[in-house]
Nanobody
């Protein structure tokens, strides 16, 4: 029933910007925290950032100041605005929903996951 679908990934030059979207269906997550993670080949999922139902945000140090998370509860959608992209940002980006945590920063605190969207940043 629950489905999260990411979009907006692509190929971009270092220093460029991308805006990722994640549309949820099956139920409303307006009272839940939503987050973004990323996975590079051969690596585990890495926390990127989260936004809870009070619009409180938290970011990984590696993206703080460059990435911004926002949400539109009417559209059941969360966004990740990525600026000043670096080659090390290259990864598959996943959105996720946490049902039980206030400001979750660990993958094991999330319950639903999207399929991911590829972001490739060239030098």
């Amino acid at each position: 029933q629950v489905q999260l679908v990411e979009s907006g990934g692509g190929l971009v030059q270092a220093g460029g910007s991308l805006r990722l979207s994640c549309v949820a269906s099956g139920r409303s997550f307006s009272t839940n925290a939503m987050g973004w993670f990323r996975r590079a080949p051969g690596k585990e999922r890495e926390f990127v950032g989260t936004i809870n139902w009070k619009d409180i945000t938290y970011y990984a140090d590696s993206v703080k100041g460059r990435f911004t998370i926002s949400r539109d509860n009417a559209k059941n959608t969360v966004y990740l605005q990525m600026n000043s992209l670096k080659p090390e940002d290259t990864a598959v980006y996943y959105c996720a929903v946490s049902l039980n945590y206030y400001l979750p920063r660990s993958a094991n605190e999330y319950d639903y996951w999207g399929q991911g969207t590829q972001v490739t940043v060239s030098s």
